[in-house]
């Protein structure tokens, strides 16, 4: 198999985005995640009928939230941010509380409700919504309730599993527990791809053995937010690809089109591109923020599609 044909893209969309069909229908994209983490299973079953109404030619990955801290209310408050979260959590206080993937910090003052109400006592700059994910990086946090899946997601996986899917991500995977349940929830015949975005998930990497119906994926989105020294990436991202030489690198990919106001990709985007390649990976994901948009969506496949085209198959300059 020619190099080119083994690295390839994949999006994150969603059915309602205006150029979901067009991308749907594209032959060059190998995958297709839908990302339900700000979507409730009444939304969900107007997305379900969107697809069954118009099908999909690439692969649909439905993903589920697994362990990933998130929040489910915003509790109003003149003075501090108040929030209740999906996972009970304890931890030593005050600590660092992060938002927005790592770029807007706050401080988490008091834990009530039994972990499961959170009060800031520094605000972040932005205002927080109900499905927005954070991260705790001190080494005293602890998860105070063994609960992998919540009503509500295991609500949103009994809907994706009634429509017929078959392929699944799991997201902050940790060890086997996450997808064995899953695979007891769903039954046989199904593929998972297992997001690794945590220490721990790093360490599972390290016994992981790939098996028939598991890929491993390197979540740069939230991975790189959850490292303690950001150059620790690096090594991240050839640990997953040694435990798993079939494993999808995701996130953070591209991001020039994005952040740019003329929406083309810089030096770092080729160079990143190449050194992924040439690390061992044979897939990347564009991240959620980039895919909203489909002008910056169809110039990233474009991207990323000539680097394929001329230096994955080595095409000579001149």
């Known amino acids: ?91 030593e206080l005050p600590t660092n509380i992060i938002f927005k993937g790592g770029e807007d910090p706050a401080i988490l003052g008091s834990i009530e409700e039994d972990g499961y109400l959170l009060r800031m006592a520094a605000n972040p700059r932005y205002n927080v919504k109900a499905g927005e994910s954070f991260h705790i990086r001190h080494p005293s946090l602890r998860r105070l309730k063994k609960e ?22 799991i997201s902050y995977v940790e060890d086997w527990e996450e997808v064995n349940q899953l695979r007891d929830i769903v039954g046989p015949g ?23 119906d598991t890929v491993l994926c390197a979540a740069c989105g939230d991975l790189y937010v959850e490292l303690s020294r950001p150059s620790d990436i690096l090594r991240a991202l050839r640990l997953i690809i040694k435990a798993d030489p079939e494993a999808l690198a995701g996130s953070r990919i591209l ?14 985007d080729f160079t990143q591109l190449d050194w992924l390649k040439e690390a061992g990976y044979k897939r990347v994901m564009l991240c959620d923020s980039l895919c909203l948009n489909r002008e910056e969506l169809l110039i990233a496949r474009n991207v990323f599609n000539e680097y394929k085209q001329k230096y994955v198959s080595k095409l000579h300059l001149i």
């Open 1 to 91: 198999m020619d190099d080119s044909e083994i690295f390839n893209l994949w999006v994150t969309l969603w059915p309602s985005f205006g150029h979901f069909d067009q991308f749907s229908q594209f032959e060059d994209m190998e995958g297709i995640r839908l990302n339900s983490a700000m979507t409730s299973p009444e939304q969900l079953k107007k997305e379900i009928s969107i697809l069954n109404a118009r099908p999909s030619k690439v692969p649909l990955w439905f993903d589920v939230k697994a362990r990933q801290l998130r929040v489910v209310e915003t509790i109003p408050d003149p003075n501090y941010l108040i929030i209740r979260i999906n996972h009970p959590i304890g931890v």
């Open 148 to 169: 992998i899946y919540t009503p509500i997601e295991l609500e949103k996986i009994e809907l994706f599993k009634a429509y017929g899917c078959k392929r699944w991500f």
């Open 255 to 268: 991001l020039s089109v994005h952040e740019t106001a003329n929406k083309q990709p810089s030096f770092a």
């Open 190 to 212: 199904h593929e998972f791809i297992l997001k690794i975005e945590s220490i721990p998930g790093l360490k599972f990497t390290r016994t992981y053995k790939p098996t028939e």
